[in-house]
């Protein structure tokens, strides 16, 4: 996903949509809201669903979205 217009026609409304198009239109994001973003750009706009992501390797990968926190790192 390239540009503002991209995200809004083709990506699913999941955390960091918002986040990611207010960056790309230049704003400043907290951190979180860019982890979020960038998980949101990492996924495809979560194209295959919105679920905890499964590779523990990333070092964002503990403050995933959608991380389970109950089962911890992964
Ligand atoms: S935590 Fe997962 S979705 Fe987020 S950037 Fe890392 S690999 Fe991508």
């Known amino acids: 996903?390239?540009?503002?217009?991209?995200i809004r026609k083709s990506g699913k409304k999941a955390k960091?949509?918002?986040e990611l198009q207010r960056y790309r239109q230049g704003k400043r994001l907290t951190r979180q809201e860019s982890i979020a973003a960038h998980c949101y750009d990492?996924?495809?706009?979560?194209?295959?669903?919105?679920?905890?992501c499964q590779n523990a390797d990333c070092a964002l990968h503990p403050y995933h979205p959608y991380q389970d926190r109950k089962k911890g790192r992964l």
């Not at 996903?1 to 991209?6: I, P, Q």
């Not at 990492?42 to 905890?52: A, R, W």
């Open 1 to 6: 996903m390239s540009s503002v217009n991209g």
């Open 16 to 18: 960091g949509r918002a």
């Open 42 to 52: 990492c996924t495809g706009g979560y194209v295959d669903g919105i679920e905890p």
